[in-house]
């Protein structure tokens, strides 16, 4: 009995995980997408304005390929005018969770693999 109660469990963890993927499959294609340059301590993107420096912001950061989308807070330590327009503004994380960094790292591991194996 303790054997089938533990597989159960786990049957449905599992669907509660397929659940989830689908709900975000279908939520994820509702978000305005912008690339980024991202480390697991900052990030950089090209925005439309200026951000003043050492403002701190809210950010919403999904990282489609894990399936995963966390909250931090992040400092501006940057804001440069480009010159095709608009501003690089770059990033420091101030406050984010150990889990969420962890899957920065994994995310970056995985785009550099890829990256070596198609170059």
């Not at 894990?66 to 994380?93: K, N, P």
């Amino acid at each position: 009995a303790p054997k089938a109660a533990g597989a159960i469990m786990l049957l449905n963890q599992k669907v509660d995980l397929i659940r989830m993927d689908q709900h975000w499959n279908e939520n994820v294609k509702e978000l305005p997408l912008r690339r980024i340059n991202l480390s697991a301590t900052g990030m950089a993107f090209d925005g439309q304005s200026e951000v003043e420096v050492g403002r701190v912001m809210h950010c919403t950061l999904t990282l489609p390929s894990l399936a995963w989308t966390m909250q931090l807070y992040a400092r501006v330590i940057s804001s440069r005018l480009l010159a095709e327009g608009g501003h690089q503004v770059c990033l420091d994380f101030e406050y984010i969770r150990d889990e969420d960094r962890e899957q920065l790292i994994r995310f970056n591991l995985r785009q550099q693999q890829q990256s070596l194996a198609e170059g």
